[in-house]
């Protein structure tokens, strides 16, 4: 079973690509928001993996909108 940060990363990570796509949002408003997303899980769950995957997928997102 999921637990509540896995939860939390994969629906923050699923909206954003959702609002990104919809073009309802810029990816450097996005991202300001996984950024306060993963300040707040690394308080009090600094070690875990989910945190990775989020650090992931902003770092990929920069990328992509770099290499545009």
Same mark, same amino acid.
């Given at each position: 079973m999921t637990d509540k940060i896995d939860a939390?990363?994969?629906k923050a990570t699923a909206h954003t690509r959702e609002l990104l796509? =919809? *073009? #309802?949002v810029e990816w450097p408003?996005? #991202?300001l928001g996984l950024e306060g997303i993963l @300040? =707040? *899980?690394a308080l009090d769950a600094?070690?875990?993996?989910a945190l @990775? #995957? &989020? %650090?992931a997928f902003i770092a990929e997102q920069d990328r &992509? #909108? %770099? @290499?545009?």
């Amino acid at each position: 079973m999921t637990d509540k940060i896995d939860a939390i990363v994969d629906k923050a990570t699923a909206h954003t690509r959702e609002l990104l796509e =919809s *073009l #309802r949002v810029e990816w450097p408003i996005a #991202r300001l928001g996984l950024e306060g997303i993963l @300040d =707040s *899980l690394a308080l009090d769950a600094a070690g875990h993996p989910a945190l @990775d #995957r &989020l %650090r992931a997928f902003i770092a990929e997102q920069d990328r &992509l #909108r %770099r @290499d545009q």
